[in-house]
C-alpha cells in the first residue's frame, strides 16, 4: 500500500528541503534555476494555448518567453505553469511562478490589495458584441430587444446590464454555465447577441458553422487591460517585466524586428542604438547584459510579429490590430523610450 | 358375412414435424419476448423508436458523416454556404492530439519512458488479474512493491537529491533494530534466535528503504521531467492507479480501527472517516492547491500532482472504509467465536477468517468506489492539472482546430476511453463475484 506513495513522499520531502534554501530576489532566484516559471491560462486561443505538438503559443506566452530572451539570451528558458483563474494570484504570491502572463485585466484592487504589481499592459481587450450579420445591426445601440447569450456569474453579465439599462433598451439574458454552451446555444439561434470579451468572441467565432455570417461590433463597453503580473516589493524583477514589454514596443515603433535586428545594430538611428545596447549601458540598470533588448527581438521578436503569429488577421482568430495598434497608428500602445 | 378390415399398422415413428414457425426462431423469440400481448407489443414498438432516434444521428455523426483525416480545421469545416445539417465527428482532430491525450505534454523524445511503464503495467497487472496464472505472490511484489518504484523513476527521472540527513534516518533504523536486539539478548536473556526477528524487521526495512533511495536518486542518465507536463491518459491513470492501489489497504485498516475496541483507534478512525466523507473531493483539491502555499513559508513549493494523490487516496479510502466496514458487520458473529476458539490472535483471525469473507461481500460495493474515484480524477482540472479530460478541453483552446464539431467529438472521445477502463473494471468484478461465489450467494 504505502510503497506506491511512499517514494512519491520521499522525493517531496526532498524537493521541499531543495528549495527553502532559495529565497534571494527572483533574479538570482531565477538565474540560480536556469528559467522562468511563468503562469498562463488553462487554454485561451492565441493567448496562451497549448498547439497539437505540447508547445504553448500565444501572445501571453511570448511575452514570458521575451523575458528569458532578455534574463539568459535564450527565448526557451521558461517553463509554463497553467493556472486556473482562481488559483493564479496565490500561486505567484507563494512564488511557484515568477510572472504571471494569464490575460489578466489590471483592477485597481488587484493592483493595491492582492501584494502584486502589473507591469503594463499588452492587450487592450473588452466586452464586445457579436451579432448575425442578417440582423442588419451595424451599432450596439440598435440592439433594444434583444436577447443576449453570456456566462453566467462574470463580470461580462453585470455589464450587460449596465450598458443596456443605461442606454434604456429592454434585453433578455439567456446565460449559459461554459462557454462551450453558450456558443452552441448562439450558434442554434437561440439568441440574437453573443457578448464576451473581444477576444473570446473571435475565438468562439470559429466554433460557429458559418463564420462567415457573424459580424463583431465595434463597441466595446467594458476596459479589460491585460498583462503581466509579477510580486510586489522586488523592483528589480518588476522593471525587468515592464520593461521586457516596452522593449518589444519600442522595436515595433523603430522598425527592428527580428529578421532585421543585426543589421539594425549598424542603424545611425540613436534610439535603436540605445534600444539593442550599441550605446549605453541601459540593460545594466535593470540588472541584465547590454544586449537584453536584442536579445528579445532576435528570439521573440517585436510586439507586432508576435501579434501577428498569435491572433493577428493572418490566424484563424483574424483579429485586427484596433486599439492594440502603435499610438502612431492610432492605437494605444505607447512605450516609454529607452534613453 | 365376411368383413374385409384393413388394419393400419405403423411400423415406423412418424417423422418429427418442426415446431410451428411462430414458436422457434427469431420470430418465436420476438413473439415471446417483444410481442407476446399488445401493451408488450406497444412498448417495443415506442423502445425502437427511441432507440432509433438516439443511435441513427449518432452513427450518422461518428461514422457516416465523419471526417478521418486532414491537416488542420479546414477539413472538418461544413462545406461553404451549407447549414451544417451533414456535419460529423472531426476525428482528424483526435488524431492529431492523440499524442497528447495519451501523454500530456510530456516531451517527445522521452515518451519511450511513458510506453514502458504502460507496458510493465499491463505485463505485471494481466497475470496478476488472471486466477489461472501462476507465480501470484511474485508477481504482487512485483506489481506492489517493484513497480511503483521504477515507474516513479522513469516517468520522472530519478536523480532526485535526497538530504544527508535522510541517509541518516535510515541508519538510525538499523541502529535502532540492532540496539533493541543487543538489549534483548543481555538484559531480556534472549539467544541469537529470539531477537532475529526484530532484527529482519528494522535492518530489513533499513536495507529496503536504502535501496529504494539509493535507486530514486541515482543517476541513471535520464533527463528529468516535471510532473506539470505529465498529462491526459498518463496523469488520469497515475492518480486512479495510486488512490486504487494506496486507498484499499487504507480503508481496510480504518475499517477495522472504527470496529476496534480500543477507544482512541476507534475515535481515530471515526474522526479521520467521517472527516474525509464530509468534505467535497473538490475542496480538498482546493485546499490543497490553493491554500497550503499560503501555509508554506515563501519559496517552499510540493509537487502538486503530489498533493493531488494524497489528498485523493485519503479521499477515497474514507469512503473504501465504510464499504469494508459493511462488510465486516455481516459477518456471523459465529465466525469471529470460532476464530478466537481456534486461538487465533487478532490479525491471523482478519487475515485467514474474517476480511476473506467481508471482502468477498463487498466486491460490488469496491469496485463501485474504484470507478467513481476513477472518474473522480478528472476533478484535477479545477487545480490546473490536465488529466484526459482536461487536456481534450485545453486543446479546445487551439485556433487550429476549432471547428462546430470539436467539442462533440473530444467529448465522444473521452467518453469512450473512459467508458474502456470503467466497463473494463465492473465486468472483472462480476468475473471475481463469481469465482468468488462459495455458496453464500443468496
Redesign the interface.
Known amino acids: 500500500?504505502?510503497?506506491?506513495?511512499?517514494?512519491?513522499?520521499?522525493?517531496?520531502?526532498?524537493?521541499?528541503?531543495?528549495?527553502?534554501a532559495?529565497?534571494a530576489t527572483t533574479l538570482e532566484?531565477v538565474k540560480a534555476k536556469g528559467f522562468i516559471q511563468c503562469g498562463v491560462s488553462?487554454?485561451?486561443?492565441?493567448f496562451s494555448?497549448?498547439?497539437?505538438?505540447?508547445n504553448w503559443t500565444g501572445l501571453d506566452v511570448d511575452l514570458c518567453r521575451a523575458m528569458a530572451a532578455a534574463v539568459f539570451g535564450d527565448a526557451s528558458a521558461v517553463?509554463?505553469?497553467?493556472?486556473?483563474a482562481?488559483?493564479r494570484f496565490?500561486?505567484l504570491?507563494?512564488?511557484?511562478v515568477d510572472v504571471l502572463s494569464r490575460n489578466t485585466t489590471w483592477t485597481m484592487s488587484r493592483d493595491t490589495q492582492l501584494g502584486l504589481n502589473f507591469a503594463g499592459v499588452n492587450y487592450y481587450d473588452g466586452q464586445g458584441f457579436m451579432v448575425r450579420k442578417d440582423l442588419g445591426v451595424t451599432s450596439a445601440l440598435e440592439l433594444s430587444g434583444a436577447s443576449v447569450c453570456t456566462n453566467t456569474g462574470t463580470t461580462t453579465e453585470l455589464n450587460v446590464a449596465d450598458y443596456f439599462r443605461a442606454n434604456n433598451m429592454p434585453y433578455e439574458i439567456v446565460a449559459f454555465e461554459k462557454a462551450?454552451e453558450v456558443v452552441?446555444a448562439y450558434?442554434a439561434g437561440r439568441c440574437d447577441v453573443y457578448t464576451t470579451d473581444a477576444s473570446g468572441l473571435y475565438?468562439q467565432r470559429?466554433?460557429?458553422?458559418?463564420p462567415g455570417d457573424h459580424m463583431v461590433l465595434s463597441e466595446i463597453i467594458s476596459k479589460e487591460p491585460l498583462g503581466p503580473v509579477v510580486r510586489q516589493g522586488d523592483d528589480e524583477w518588476f522593471n525587468i517585466a515592464k520593461w521586457t514589454l516596452n522593449a518589444m514596443i519600442n522595436a515595433e515603433e523603430l522598425g527592428v524586428s527580428s529578421a532585421n535586428v543585426d543589421d539594425m545594430k549598424s542603424s545611425d538611428n540613436p534610439s535603436v542604438k540605445r534600444l539593442l545596447g550599441v550605446e549605453g549601458a541601459y540593460g545594466e540598470g535593470i540588472g541584465l547584459s547590454n544586449d537584453w533588448a536584442y536579445n528579445v527581438v532576435k528570439n521573440v521578436g517585436n510586439y507586432e510579429e508576435s501579434f501577428n503569429a498569435n491572433v493577428g488577421p493572418d490566424?484563424?482568430?483574424g483579429i485586427s490590430r484596433g486599439v492594440n495598434a502603435l499610438w502612431s497608428d492610432g492605437g494605444f500602445l505607447y512605450a516609454p523610450p529607452v534613453r | 358375412m365376411a368383413k374385409t378390415e384393413t388394419f393400419q399398422i405403423r411400423t415406423e415413428e412418424a417423422p418429427l414435424l418442426p415446431a410451428p414457425v411462430s414458436t422457434t426462431g427469431l420470430i418465436g423469440w420476438m413473439r415471446q419476448n417483444l410481442f407476446s400481448s399488445i401493451s408488450n407489443t406497444v412498448l417495443t414498438v415506442i423502445g425502437v423508436i427511441i432507440a432509433y432516434w438516439i443511435i441513427a444521428p449518432f452513427i450518422q455523426f461518428a461514422f457516416i458523416d465523419a471526417i478521418w483525416t486532414g491537416d488542420d480545421r479546414k477539413a472538418c469545416l461544413p462545406p461553404e454556404g451549407s447549414e451544417g445539417e451533414h456535419m460529423g465527428a472531426c476525428w482528424a482532430y483526435v488524431e492529431a492530439y492523440f499524442p497528447q491525450f495519451i501523454y500530456g505534454r510530456y516531451p517527445t523524445d522521452e515518451i519511450w519512458r511513458v510506453n514502458i511503464v504502460y507496458a510493465l503495467f499491463a505485463l505485471l497487472l494481466v497475470p496478476l488479474a488472471m486466477p489461472s496464472m501462476p507465480l501470484k505472490k511474485l508477481n504482487s511484489i512485483l506489481f506492489l512493491g517493484v513497480f511503483p518504484i521504477v515507474a516513479f523513476v522513469l516517468l520522472t527521472g530519478g536523480n532526485i537529491s535526497i538530504s544527508s540527513y535522510t541517509w541518516i534516518f535510515v541508519a538510525l533504523i538499523a541502529a535502532v533494530g540492532v540496539a533493541i536486539a543487543a538489549i534483548l539478548m543481555v538484559a531480556g536473556g534472549r539467544d541469537f534466535n529470539g531477537v532475529k526477528p526484530v532484527l529482519i524487521g528494522f535492518v530489513g526495512t533499513a536495507v529496503v528503504l536504502a535501496i529504494i533511495l539509493g535507486f530514486v536518486s541515482a543517476n541513471l542518465g535520464l533527463s528529468t521531467v516535471d510532473t506539470p507536463v505529465w498529462g491526459g491518459l498518463l496523469v488520469t491513470l497515475v492518480i486512479a492507479v495510486t488512490g486504487i492501489v494506496a486507498s484499499l489497504p487504507l480503508g481496510i485498516a480504518l475499517a477495522l480501527g472504527r470496529r476496534s475496541t480500543m477507544p482512541i483507534v476507534r475515535l481515530v478512525s471515526v474522526i479521520f472517516i467521517e472527516f474525509w466523507r464530509g468534505v467535497p473531493l473538490i475542496t480538498v483539491l482546493f485546499m490543497s492547491s490553493v491554500m497550503l502555499p499560503l501555509f508554506l513559508p515563501e519559496g517552499v513549493t510540493f509537487d502538486k500532482l503530489l498533493r493531488v494523490l494524497i489528498g485523493v487516496t485519503l479521499f477515497s479510502a474514507a469512503y473504501m472504509a465504510e464499504v469494508v466496514r459493511g462488510g465486516l458487520q455481516a459477518i456471523p458473529k459465529g465466525q469471529y467465536e470460532g476464530a478466537m476458539a481456534l486461538g487465533l490472535r487478532f490479525w491471523p483471525m482478519m487475515y485467514l477468517i474474517i476480511l476473506p469473507q467481508a471482502l468477498k461481500l463487498v466486491i460490488p460495493g469496491i469496485v463501485n468506489t474504484f470507478i467513481g474515484l476513477f472518474k473522480d480524477t478528472t476533478l484535477v482540472l479545477i487545480v490546473g492539472m490536465f488529466d484526459l479530460l482536461g487536456q481534450i478541453q485545453s486543446s479546445f483552446t487551439d485556433p487550429t482546430w476549432s471547428t462546430p464539431t470539436q467539442g462533440h467529438t473530444g467529448y465522444l472521445f473521452a467518453a469512450i476511453v473512459f467508458f474502456v477502463f470503467c466497463f473494463g473494471m465492473s465486468r472483472y468484478s462480476i468475473f471475481m463475484e463469481r469465482r468468488l461465489h462459495t455458496g453464500h450467494k443468496r
Open positions: 500500500m504505502s510503497k506506491k506513495i511512499l517514494p512519491l513522499v520521499l522525493g517531496a520531502a526532498m524537493g521541499v528541503a531543495a528549495t527553502t532559495a529565497s532566484d488553462q487554454g485561451l486561443p492565441g494555448n497549448p498547439d497539437a505538438q505540447g517553463k509554463f505553469t497553467p493556472l486556473s482562481k488559483e496565490t500561486a504570491q507563494s512564488g511557484e462551450d452552441a450558434d475565438a470559429l466554433k460557429l458553422t458559418n490566424t484563424p482568430l
